[in-house]
């Protein structure tokens, strides 16, 4: 089995495909890089905005138990928005710039799977969002709900888009190599060697080298035949 990758690495239609896959490798790392720049630079926005989307549906209850001084109300509205894995604390104030409450969670165990390509990408620092609370439809400002998240665990998807592609272009690039390669061996090496072996001689006295590739051989067995047409003549 050695002997025979030995063998193939040697053909031209092998370097041939290699240096075609070289090629799509280069141009797919640049396209790869391309499309998760773009997909950083959106899931940034995402987890800047990412607080108060969660908050959106709940302002409403929020700004009710703020007007009211309810902590009990808060305490819980807080716990249920906490429930969300990427946020570290829920903070409810009400306009006298009392806390009606606080709510901090443990960190998640996602964020230190994170591999080290992955928090290159992503900043480690939390992001912290500030939602006004409205009584509608006075207009009445009754104090502010505040959201710490943690990107990493927020952007857990992005990572997996990220090295999805990364593995796909691999995997592209292989499948590349290995069909390139048959098809280089059937359109080109056999055809080679089928023309070399109409012209190899075995008679004595033919000098021999190292044959490296198919092209090597063709033009060892033309050598051996002009030789053996010299010497008929």
């Given at each position: 089995?050695?002997?025979?990758?030995?063998?193939?690495?040697?053909?031209?239609?092998?370097?041939?495909?290699?240096?075609?896959?070289?090629?799509?490798?280069?141009?797919?790392?640049?396209?790869?890089?391309?499309?998760?720049?773009?997909?950083?630079?959106?899931?940034?926005?995402?987890?800047?905005?990412?607080?108060?989307?969660?908050?959106?549906?709940?302002?409403?209850?929020?700004?009710?138990?703020?007007?009211?001084?309810?902590?009990?109300?808060?305490?819980?509205?807080?716990?249920?928005?906490?429930?969300?894995?990427?946020?570290l604390k829920v903070?409810?104030?009400?306009?006298?710039?009392?806390?009606?409450?606080?709510?901090?969670?443990?960190?998640?165990?996602?964020?230190?799977?994170?591999?080290?390509?992955?928090?290159?990408?992503?900043?480690?620092?939390?992001?912290?969002?500030?939602?006004?609370?409205?009584?509608?439809?006075?207009?009445?400002?009754?104090?502010?709900?505040?959201?710490?998240?943690?990107?990493?665990?927020?952007?857990?998807?992005?990572?997996?888009?990220?090295?999805?592609?990364?593995?796909?272009?691999?995997?592209?690039?292989?499948?590349?190599?290995?069909?390139?390669?048959?098809?280089?061996?059937?359109?080109?090496?056999?055809?080679?060697?089928a023309i070399a072996?109409?012209?190899?001689?075995?008679?004595?006295?033919?000098?021999?080298?190292?044959?490296?590739?198919?092209?090597?051989?063709?033009?060892?067995?033309?050598?051996?035949?002009?030789?053996?047409?010299?010497?008929?003549?």
């Amino acid at each position: 089995m050695t002997a025979l990758l030995r063998k193939m690495s040697t053909r031209v239609s092998f370097k041939q495909a290699r240096l075609a896959v070289l090629v799509a490798v280069i141009l797919g790392s640049a396209g790869v890089a391309v499309q998760v720049w773009f997909d950083l630079d959106h899931e940034r926005a995402r987890i800047e905005n990412f607080g108060a989307q969660i908050l959106a549906p709940m302002a409403g209850s929020f700004s009710r138990a703020a007007f009211r001084l309810d902590e009990v109300v808060a305490a819980e509205l807080a716990r249920g928005v906490a429930e969300e894995p990427s946020v570290l604390k829920v903070r409810v104030v009400d306009d006298f710039g009392d806390v009606l409450t606080s709510v901090d969670t443990a960190p998640s165990t996602q964020a230190t799977q994170a591999t080290p390509f992955f928090s290159f990408l992503v900043s480690g620092t939390p992001v912290v969002s500030r939602v006004p609370l409205v009584v509608r439809p006075e207009n009445l400002a009754v104090g502010f709900v505040e959201v710490t998240v943690d990107p990493n665990v927020a952007a857990a998807a992005f990572s997996r888009r990220t090295w999805l592609a990364i593995l796909s272009g691999v995997a592209k690039s292989t499948g590349l190599a290995l069909i390139l390669t048959l098809l280089f061996h059937l359109t080109v090496t056999r055809r080679v060697e089928a023309i070399a072996a109409r012209y190899s001689s075995d008679q004595a006295g033919v000098p021999t080298h190292p044959r490296s590739d198919e092209l090597d051989e063709l033009d060892h067995a033309l050598q051996g035949w002009d030789r053996e047409r010299a010497r008929l003549s």
